[in-house]
């Protein structure tokens, strides 16, 4: 076990966590040059297009250090953005220690402090690093002085390399061996393994990512997990090289796999403990904290049948993605689907993304909103995420939404237009700071509903790319809300319903209505869209009909007939239009979601 290191890389986003992770696998020569790519453990091809990491990532190297020993270095690679902060929570749980990485061009930023705090509330022994310092801009003895002024980190242990060319990656890796403690644990103790992630096989089951604390597990052992009971015999455990390396054995210290055969995805939890079923160990492990979403929309699959499938889908994401909580929903518009919960839009995006590739259903997301107060006038509070449970009017005494805590850093040339974008979106307290010169920290208070709509597109397109964007929760705060109804031919279409603040519910109307009047396809009769809120319309549009010319046939003559065939042809709209349905093509409702631009 004194040869073991269990370590992950912190950092925020692009301060280059996956290429340090590639620099450590070609010094320890686990892939060959032919082999070799970057960001060679982001396996997802959504993580290569983004070039961002989603899931973090495990992978164990053999190390032999300057001294001739050989150790046995486990690494996590972590995300960086704010949306996946729940699995590097859950990454750090399986180590002893952790890389810091900081740019050696931006400094610290926002998720250097956050990841900073979740690794000391894990009691990990922290090296801060600093990376790219072949960069023409790079100030390595400023974010020397930042390291221990803002972190309050001792800098005798920092390190300096830079992960694209190499240099002082050595370095980095004699630290981790000297400076970081090995695991503890007893090898002869009742098995305790935390699960920390688990993967879905179609042909081996669920693969079980786990950090062994106490005692040994092998083939042949018959393992139960503590949160259910439920039992299997184990297949093979094993280490993650960059594939699967089966193990005789795995022991206290150790990170690996476990395969047992588990068809049902729903027997394996993330935090749960698995125990041997002889030799049970007394108590469970801690776990996590339940994830709390900030972020509601509801998934509905295009086509009806795919409602199993999709049900499926979600049970095998909700396996690889913890983050994710969702419960099943139906629409008179839509049919079957799921209330689903995210971390923030980003994540939302990426569910998206992953049913579609990986699961091949394409779906449909209702407009995302957030969860808000409502307390009614006989003394109940409750909690409203989806527009159609919204209370009577008449009932509410008052109404709260969240609000978050935002820091923007940005150049300071984009200030104003930065400053103009929040006030749009009714920032308040706004204050800015300057941590280092030519940048601006701008920190303000917004509400969560102005933000999730497209705040962080804007943003960046604001600063062409250049702000980054970190927030935190605050607290509720009274505002006033209303229920935004939009109405196509007089129904009302309950998967276009959103709650909004009152001072923009005709702006997002407006909106709504000019959208589905691109979309929807002319009829033989007038179609008006507007939007309401209560009985009061607030916008409207009108597609207007398709005419046949009743007249053509009338050479001449009296202009009698040509009236006659006109009022004919008048009163047969009028009776089609009570009668008439209009069917709202999908995209339409795809068109509201995207924003005006």
């Known amino acids: 076990m004194k040869n073991i290191r269990n370590f992950s890389i912190i950092a925020h986003i692009d301060h280059g966590k996956s290429t340090l992770a590639d620099r450590f696998i070609q010094m320890c020569e686990m892939v060959s040059v032919r082999e070799f790519k970057n960001q060679i453990l982001d396996n997802m091809d959504i993580e290569r297009e983004r070039g961002i990491t989603i899931k973090s990532q495990t992978i164990c190297l053999p190390y032999t250090a300057r001294d001739g020993k050989k150790y046995s270095l486990n690494l996590v690679d972590t995300p960086g953005h704010v949306d996946f902060s729940y699995e590097v929570s859950r990454a750090l749980a399986s180590c002893e220690g952790a890389l810091l990485l900081i740019d050696a061009a931006q400094g610290v930023e926002a998720q250097t402090l956050a990841n900073l705090y979740l690794a000391m509330e894990n009691n990990l022994e922290i090296i801060p690093i600093i990376n790219k310092i072949d960069l023409p801009s790079a100030d390595p003895d400023a974010i020397m002085l930042q390291i221990e002024d803002e972190l309050g980190l001792d800098i005798a242990s920092a390190r300096m390399c830079s992960a694209k060319t190499g240099k002082g990656v050595d370095e980095v890796l004699e630290a981790v061996v000297n400076l970081l403690p090995p695991p503890q644990g007893d090898p002869d103790a009742p098995l305790e393994a935390l699960i920390f992630d688990a993967n879905y096989d179609p042909f081996r089951g669920t693969i079980i990512s786990c950090r062994i604390m106490n005692g040994r597990v092998k083939a042949g052992d018959t393992i139960i997990f503590m949160s259910n009971k439920a039992a299997y015999k184990v297949e093979e455990v094993g280490l993650f090289h960059l594939v699967r390396s089966a193990q005789k054995e795995l022991s206290a210290g150790q990170v690996g796999y476990i395969l047992a055969g588990v068809k049902t995805v729903n027997d394996t939890r993330p935090g749960d403990t698995i ?14 904290k339940e994830i709390q979403p900030v972020v509601f929309s509801s998934l509905y699959p295009i086509s009806t049948d795919d409602y199993e499938n999709l049900a499926a889908a979600m049970d095998k994401l909700k396996l690889n993605d913890a983050a994710l909580t969702f419960q099943k929903d139906s629409s008179a518009a839509l049919g079957f689907g799921f209330r689903c919960g995210f971390l923030g839009l980003l994540h939302l995006e990426v569910v998206q993304e992953r049913i579609e590739r990986e699961f091949d259903i394409p779906l449909i997301l209702t407009v995302p909103t957030v969860n808000y107060h409502f307390y009614l006038q006989d003394g109940t509070i409750k909690e409203i995420d989806n527009p159609s449970y919204f209370p009577d009017p008449a009932t509410i005494i008052r109404t709260e939404e969240p ?17 103009t974008l929040c006030m749009e979106r ?13 940048r601006i920290e701008l920190t303000c208070e917004l509400p969560l509903a102005e933000v999730i709509y ?7 397109s604001i600063t062409q790319g250049y702000g980054s964007f970190d927030y935190q929760l605050l607290d509720y705060r009274p505002s006033d809300l209303v229920k935004l109804d939009i109405l196509v031919n007089g129904e009302r279409v309950d998967a276009l ?26 009829q033989m009769f007038k179609i008006a869209i507007q939007g309401a809120i209560g009985g009061n319309i607030v916008a409207r549009t009108t597609i207007s009909a398709l005419r046949k010319d009743v007249t053509a046939k009338c050479y001449g003559g009296d202009i009698s007939r040509k009236r006659k065939l006109l009022e004919k042809q008048k009163a047969g709209k009028k009776r089609m239009k009570t009668v008439g349905n209009v069917e709202i093509p999908q995209k339409a409702f795809l068109a509201v979601l995207k924003s005006d631009n």
């Open 275 to 288: 125990t041997l079923r002889d030799r049970p160990c007394p108590k469970a492990l801690p776990g996590f």
């Open 454 to 460: 497209d705040f962080y597109d804007k943003l960046k």
């Open 403 to 419: 609000f978050i805590k935002t820091s923007i850093l940005m150049p300071e040339r984009y200030m104003g237009p930065v400053m």
């Open 426 to 438: 009714r920032a308040e307290n706004t204050n800015y700071n300057y941590p280092t010169p030519g």
């Open 497 to 522: 319903s959103q709650l909004s603040h009152r001072d923009k519910a005709r702006e997002r109307s407006l909106n709504a209505c000019e959208r589905l009047k691109e979309e929807i396809p002319r």
